[in-house]
Nanobody, 124 residues
Framework: QVQLVESGGGSVQSGGSLKLSCVAS????????MGWFRQAPGKEREGVAE???????LYGDFVKGRFTISRASADNILYLQMNSLTPEDTAMYFC??????????????????WGQGTLVTVSS
């Protein structure tokens, strides 16, 4: 059974940084799509960043160079380093992995397994 557990969320002031981690169990990263998504109250879930089969990365337009996604495959851990945070980044952040896809658009639909989320709150 695949389990994804996120950590690293918290409260920071505008301009601060956080590093999110996602530990996967019952799952081998291999070369499947892995990504981070977020959902703010009253808004739809949106893609933040993902790593694809060839190691390439995709980011949401709003990231604008502030975030970096990475993985430690040997440890089955996915990371999201977030810098220059703004109040607009306040949301629940989720990690997700695909069960069978190697290339995915940065949307929730291709992803099969999801963590419970970690809350990020940015104050002005």
């Amino acid at each position: 059974q695949v389990q994804l557990v996120e950590s690293g969320g918290g409260s920071v002031q505008s301009g601060g940084s956080l590093k999110l981690s996602c530990v996967a169990s019952g799952y081998t990263f291999g070369h499947k799509c892995m990504g981070w998504f977020r959902q703010a109250p009253g808004k739809e879930r949106e893609g933040v960043a993902e790593i694809l089969s060839d190691g390439s990365t995709l980011y949401g337009d709003f990231v604008k160079g502030r975030f970096t996604i990475s993985r430690a495959s040997a440890d089955n851990i996915l990371y999201l380093q977030m810098n220059s945070l703004t109040p607009e980044d306040t949301a629940m952040y989720f990690c997700a992995v695909s069960g069978d896809r190697y290339f995915c658009p940065l949307r929730p639909e291709p992803y099969d397994y999801w963590g419970q989320g970690t809350l990020v709150t940015v104050s002005s």
